[in-house]
Each structure stands twice: as structure tokens, then as C-alpha cells.
T-cell receptor, first 116, second 111 residues
Framework: SAVISQKPSRDICQRGTSLTIQCQVD?????MFWYRQQPGQSLTLIAT?????????ESGFVIDKFPISRPNLTFSTLTVSNMSPEDSSIYLC?????????????FGSGTRLTVV | DAKTTQPTSMDCAEGRAANLPCNHS???????VYWYRQIHSQGPQYIIH???NNETNEMASLIITEDRKSSTLILPHATLRDTAVYYC????????????FGKGITLSVRP
């Protein structure tokens, strides 16, 4: 199955700044996804990132706040812009492809973001 | 995708079987039942999935009722390392189908 590396694993940021999170997959995958997990909560899908097209955002998430890039089939970035303490969460990258046998989806171990 | 309902939490003794129930009464014919778990501070981990037949792998067994409106994940010999949040997810087939997580069930395995 595909293995995902996410960077950074954690960060503490000042409010009003932006952080870009990188997601690298060790094989080409069709779909990549970004999730947010607020403290004590389940995972919420932010957007689906497709190579060669704009990301598709879920209700409640906008491109200006969470710009996403997908320059090729193995890499994606999520930027959390103009951060506030409410953005403190774990951000997780996920990938889907038929090459991931049985599993379908694989996940990175997440980026733990604290905004102060 | 169909919605799932799980109890909030349950516990079991180490070495015993853990049976985690899930209701998905609005599941449609082409939707699969997936189970993932999330151990503290890690990304979700795939456990098993099925369409209508019971499935077993090295981690667990999945029992799906004949009407497919509910299922049970069975961890045959729970260990302390199985303490985690377990998510039951219904997902349609195809590349454009997303994984939508509910609240999951917190399983606590006690010594």
C-alpha cells in the first residue's frame, strides 16, 4: 500500500500567520484528501485534491482560508492561512487509488498545529 | 453516502473478543462497509471492509447482516494495543467516493 509522509509533524504558530503542510506519497495516487481533526473530535473532510484541477472543497471550507496545491500524482500541500486559535487542530492527508489493494485509503500521521 | 450509528464507547477485558456494532439502515446496494481505527495521535488505520459477505483478515472479522442494515466488527482476542477509536464508514464504490467519518466508538481494553 502507499505510504504517506507529512511535514511538519507539529508546529506552534502565531495568529495571523500561515502554515503550509506537505504531503508526499511514495507512489502515484489518483486522489488525495485533506482532513481536519479538532481536539477530541472526529475527522472532517476539508477538500479533495486532484492533479491538474482545482481542489473540491466541502461545505464550510473555502479556498482563501485553505489553499491546496496538487502539482503531481505524489504530492500535495495544504496551507492554513491567517491563522487563529480556532485553527488549532490535527491536519491529516489521505490518498486513494486502486493500487492500494483492499484498503483503498491510506493516511498520514498528521500535523498537529497549535496557534497562539 | 449512508450515515452510520455507533455506541459512544465500550470496554472489554484483555484476551476476550471485542464486538463492535454499527447500524447503517440507509445503506444502498453498491455501498461498502469500511472499518478504520485511530490510535491516539496517529492517522486512521484500515481494518477491514465488506459488501455483503462476512469477511475475515489477520486483524478482525466483519459480520454483515443479511439485510445489510447493520454490521459487527469482531476483534477475536483484544489486547491493550487495540484501545482506540473505531470508525464504521459506509462508502460507495469508485474513485470519487469520499470517506466520511462519524464520531466512532471508543474501545477501551482493560488488563
Amino acid at each position: 500500500s502507499a505510504v504517506i509522509s507529512q511535514k511538519p509533524s507539529r508546529d506552534i504558530c502565531q495568529r495571523g500567520t500561515s502554515l503550509t503542510i506537505q504531503c508526499q506519497v511514495d507512489s502515484q495516487v489518483t486522489m488525495m484528501f485533506w482532513y481536519r481533526q479538532q481536539p477530541g473530535q472526529s475527522l472532517t473532510l476539508i477538500a479533495t485534491a486532484n492533479q491538474g484541477s482545482e481542489a473540491t472543497y466541502e461545505s464550510g471550507f473555502v479556498i482563501d482560508k485553505f489553499p491546496i496545491s496538487r502539482p503531481n500524482l505524489t504530492f500535495s500541500t495544504l496551507t492554513v492561512s491567517n491563522m487563529s486559535p480556532e485553527d488549532s487542530s490535527i491536519y491529516l492527508c489521505s490518498a486513494w487509488d486502486v493500487i492500494i489493494p483492499n484498503y483503498g485509503y491510506t493516511f498520514g500521521s498528521g500535523t498537529r498545529l497549535t496557534v497562539v | 453516502d449512508a450515515k452510520t450509528t455507533q455506541p459512544t464507547s465500550m470496554d472489554c477485558a484483555e484476551g476476550r473478543a471485542a464486538n463492535l456494532p454499527c447500524n447503517h439502515s440507509t445503506i444502498s446496494g453498491n455501498e461498502y462497509v469500511y472499518w478504520y481505527r485511530q490510535i491516539h495521535s496517529q492517522g486512521p488505520q484500515y481494518i477491514i471492509h465488506g459488501l455483503k459477505n462476512n469477511e475475515t483478515n489477520e486483524m478482525a472479522s466483519l459480520i454483515i447482516t443479511e439485510d445489510r442494515k447493520s454490521s459487527t466488527l469482531i476483534l477475536p482476542h483484544a489486547t491493550l494495543r487495540d484501545t482506540a477509536v473505531y470508525y464504521c464508514i459506509v462508502r460507495g464504490g469508485g474513485a470519487n467516493s469520499k470517506l466520511t467519518f462519524g464520531k466512532g466508538i471508543t474501545l477501551s481494553v482493560r488488563p
